[in-house]
């Protein structure tokens, strides 16, 4: 079955940084695009960034432009986010996310990111 691990949360002080990753197994990771979405205390959900299969076109939200940086390595099935400059409104949790041919079809559990002094 699909599972997506993400991993490297944590607590960060504004302008730190962080990079968070995702483990996926149970489905050929290098055929599909992949996403980071987030949720931020008391707030819905938010499209972060996606990567396409072969990891040549990347997408982002306005507000993370020029600080996160999404990548891939599709020789180990793992998708990341480089994220610098963080501020305290980046906290939130992080989920990875498969898109399947209808949209996401598959969460990760999710990664708790706190940027806070």
């Known amino acids: 079955q699909v599972q997506l691990v993400e991993s490297g949360g944590g607590l960060v002080q504004p302008g730190g940084s962080l990079k968070l990753s995702c483990a996926a197994s149970?489905?050929?990771?290098?055929?599909?695009?992949m996403s980071w979405i987030r949720q931020a205390p008391g707030k819905g959900l938010e499209w972060v960034s996606d990567?396409?299969?072969?990891?040549?076109?990347?997408y982002y939200t306005d507000s993370v432009k020029g600080r996160f940086t999404i990548s891939r390595d599709n020789a180990k099935n793992t998708v990341y986010l480089q994220m610098n400059s963080l501020k305290p409104e980046d906290t939130a949790v992080y989920y990875c996310?498969?898109?399947?041919?209808?949209?996401?079809?598959?969460w990760g559990q999710g990664t708790q990111v706190t940027v806070s002094s």
């Open positions: 149970g489905f050929t990771f290098s055929s599909y695009a």
């Open positions: 990567i396409n299969s072969g990891g040549g076109s990347t």
């Open positions: 996310a498969k898109e399947g041919p209808s949209g996401t079809d598959y």
